[in-house]
Nanobody, 117 residues
Framework: QVQLAESGGGLVQPGGSLRLSCAASGIIVSIYHMGWYRQAPGKQRELVARITSGDIINYADSVVGRFTISRDNAKNTVYLQMNSLKPEDTAVYYC???????????WGQGTRVTVSS
């Protein structure tokens, strides 16, 4: 059974930092395209950052220079380091995995990030 377990969300002040983790079981993250998405209240889910199985990294324009996605194959975990957080980063953040060959897709349950003073 595939499980993507997100953690690391919480309440942080503007300008602060958080690191989200996505611990995977049932899949090998190195052969999946791994991504972080977010959904703010009343808005559609959007891609934040993605790292492909070939280590190609993409970011949403709104987070370039502030967020960093990384993958630890030994821990089978993907991270999202978020710096210089803004109130508009407030959302539920979801981990996503897409098998590179079959495009089979999995989602985590999400972790809430609130940026507020």
């Amino acid at each position: 059974q595939v499980q993507l377990a997100e953690s690391g969300g919480g309440l942080v002040q503007p300008g602060g930092s958080l690191r989200l983790s996505c611990a995977a079981s049932g899949i090998i993250v190195s052969i999946y395209h791994m991504g972080w998405y977010r959904q703010a209240p009343g808005k559609q889910r959007e891609l934040v950052a993605r790292i492909t199985s070939g280590d190609i990294i993409n970011y949403a324009d709104s987070v370039v220079g502030r967020f960093t996605i990384s993958r630890d194959n030994a821990k089978n975990t993907v991270y999202l380091q978020m710096n210089s957080l803004k109130p508009e980063d407030t959302a539920v953040y979801y981990c996503n995995a897409v098998r590179a060959t079959t495009l089979r897709e999995y989602w985590g349950q999400g972790t809430r990030v609130t940026v507020s003073s």
